[in-house]
């Protein structure tokens, strides 16, 4: 086994300590300084700690000796999200494992959750970005009671985990275990119902045809199967060391789901300050957690949202993280699973293949990982090399993960990757900063030169397309999407319509300040463009006509116009009247003015840099 971890790993995070020294330590300090004050409920007053128990049944005696660990539970569930559905009776579950280990537990409280899949390309969908932020204020609400000596957190779903984590860490005194729910199983594969999204988009396929292809994909409890955000979250809190080994990808409704949610409750209670293995998880998530997650990500093609999730992670636990680094980390860490829309395969595919156990270890035994963190499950990622399963009495055992893929056209060994690298690039030119994401392209639309035709919504784009306008070689700009301009939503319904051209036979690309999630697919999409064009980006100088150059294999992103004529423009506009009221938009002005640059993670939280 190779347990040197790879130069370039071991140069990036030296980069990140040196570069966040002075802000981790003083979170670090601000750690110590709570955790050193001992069980926080014994410093309540009467009134106070009688407030916290005055409804607690048979807990009442342990919550008021208040010797034993209690844990906080925070829950996302609303029973709209498939997803989510299920975490309705884990609080039940997780009661009564503590009681079984003489802790106790309470729902500290519920954070919202909702789901892009039902707002994308509706007026909600511009809060989305945002609902990180208000799920990390709504956690720190939940846990600012001072109860608690450890918290589970319940979510799954794309701003979800992020938000619960920001919050989390800003109690980083506090253990913290992520409990995943777990993906719907397998029905109509994600290439169909891809194929009659785009037969529907060309009017080849009814409504009544579309909506039977979706509710075939997405039918019952759990996460969606495509690999795009919220999956990508269940392998990050699994590489980050906050889930418990092998719980990512066990599906709802399965005995070894409920059995491993008991588990973590009884973990929860042994990792607390009132025993002798505490992890608080401001010390769990350092800067070599958050290399493993951003090599996890690369290695699994994992989504795009993650550029500005795990920077703002890492801001709340006092690192800066930046583009940069994801760009050098693409470069070494290589692409070992393809899952839709990297793929045909799902997620419980890539979970039969051998999953996360099998990723984890290719990737330690080739120096791609730092093994020496620690984690909510003990010291040493090598305790993520395994498999979970099913013990006599509904407890859980470990064997060890397989050696060999189960499937690999789902899931690759480091000596025999889908590609060398992680497919990820960071574009730098005049029209500024960008991300793309190679992993699903071919290689032959790395690099697109065209003319631009320059939008402002994403439904003038598929108005153009139906008018035959788009019918050609075409550089899709899309801009006035970023955080500051109207929250950033994600251009998801701009795939099916982009694919058909790029079918057609034509080169066509997208450059956009907004964002295309994890289900960007095969065409080259330069996303998260900053400065962003409602802050005088160099995208609003943009006009018709100007010819474009997305280019991932030399990391740029031009305008071939010339410089005098460029310096001379004045920025266009837009009436952005219209996404600031209606659907609760007009509550989320406070964000809008004060988030932070996409590559800086589009919050209002610490921004790094």
């Not at 342990?62 to 010797?67: C, I, M, S, T």
């Not at 109860?147 to 913290?176: E, N, Q, R, T």
């Not at 153009?464 to 950033?488: C, K, S, T, W, Y």
């Not at 997305?550 to 410089?563: F, S």
Request: proline share 6%.
């Amino acid at each position: 086994m190779n347990t040197s971890v790879h130069p370039v790993i071991a140069e990036v995070t030296e980069r990140i300590r040196k570069r966040s020294a002075d802000r981790r330590a003083a979170y670090l300090a601000r750690i110590e300084a709570a955790c050193g004050r001992g069980p926080h409920r014994a410093t309540l007053s009467c009134g106070n700690l009688a407030h916290g128990f005055a409804a607690c049944g048979t807990d009442k005696a342990a919550l008021r000796g208040g010797v034993s660990p209690n844990l906080a539970i925070v829950n996302a569930y609303n029973d709209m999200l498939s997803a989510h559905q299920p975490l309705e009776r884990f609080p039940f579950l997780i009661k009564n494992a503590a009681r079984s280990v003489g802790a106790t537990a309470q729902v500290a409280g519920g954070v919202p959750a909702m789901c892009d899949g039902v707002t994308q390309g509706r007026a909600g969908m511009e809060l989305s970005l945002f609902s990180r932020e208000v799920i990390a204020l709504s956690t720190a609400v939940s846990l600012s009671h001072d109860m608690f000596d450890a918290a589970l957190y319940l979510g799954v779903c794309d701003k979800i985990v992020p938000g619960l984590l920001i919050g989390a860490l800003s109690f980083g005194h506090l253990p913290a275990i992520f409990v995943p729910a777990g993906p719907m199983t397998s029905s109509l594969p994600n290439d169909e119902k891809s194929r009659v999204r785009q037969r529907y988009a060309v009017g080849e396929a009814t409504r009544e045809e579309l909506l039977e292809a979706e509710a075939q994909s997405y039918h019952g409890p759990g996460t969606c199967t495509f690999y795009g955000t919220a999956n990508s979250n269940q392998m990050l809190m699994e590489l980050m060391g906050l889930h418990l080994p092998g719980s990512s990808f066990v599906n709802p409704d399965n005995p070894l789901r409920d059995a491993l949610t008991a588990q973590a409750a009884r973990r929860a209670a042994q990792i607390t300050a009132l025993g002798d293995d505490y992890r608080p998880v401001g010390r769990i998530i350092d800067e070599r957690a958050i290399v493993n997650g951003v090599v996890g990500l690369h290695a699994t093609g994992g989504s795009t949202n993650h550029l500005l999730h795990l920077i703002a992670i890492a801001a709340a636990a006092g690192i800066e993280l930046r583009l940069e680094d994801f760009d050098a980390l693409s470069s070494v860490v290589p692409l070992l699973a393809r899952v839709y829309p990297n793929g045909s395969p799902d997620v419980n595919h890539f979970h039969a293949a051998g999953g996360l156990g099998f990723l984890i270890g290719e990737l330690l035994d080739a120096g791609l990982l730092h093994g020496d963190v620690e984690t909510i499950a003990g010291p040493g990622l090598d305790r993520y090399r395994v498999e979970a399963r099913l013990a006599p009495e509904q407890q859980v055992e470990y064997v060890p993960a397989t050696g060999r893929s189960g499937d690999p056209t789902v899931l690759r060994p480091v000596a025999e990757p889908f590609r060398a690298d992680g497919g990820l690039r960071v574009l730098h030119g005049p029209l500024g900063t960008a991300a793309i994401k190679v992993s699903a392209v071919p290689e032959d639309r790395w690099t697109v030169e065209a003319p631009a035709r320059i939008f402002s919504d994403q439904s003038q784009v598929k108005a153009a397309f139906d008018r035959g306008e788009l019918d050609r070689d075409v550089i899709v700009v899309v801009r006035f999407q970023g955080p500051h301009a109207n929250g950033m939503p994600e251009l998801h319904q701009l795939t099916p319509t982009l694919s058909v051209l790029q079918k057609r036979g034509h080169r066509v690309a997208l450059v956009t300040d907004g964002r295309m999630s994890g289900a960007s697919g095969q065409v080259p999409a330069a996303i998260h463009v900053s400065p962003e064009a409602a802050v005088g980006g160099p995208l609003a100088k943009l006009r018709d006509g100007d010819v474009v150059r997305v280019d991932a294999r030399a990391g740029r992103l031009e305008v071939h116009v010339p410089q005098d004529e460029w310096e001379s423009r004045g920025n266009a506009t837009a009436d952005l009247t219209h996404s600031h009221f209606g659907m609760g938009r007009e509550l989320f002005a406070v964000f809008r003015n004060a988030a932070a640059p996409a590559d800086l993670g589009g919050g209002i939280f610490n921004p790094p840099g």
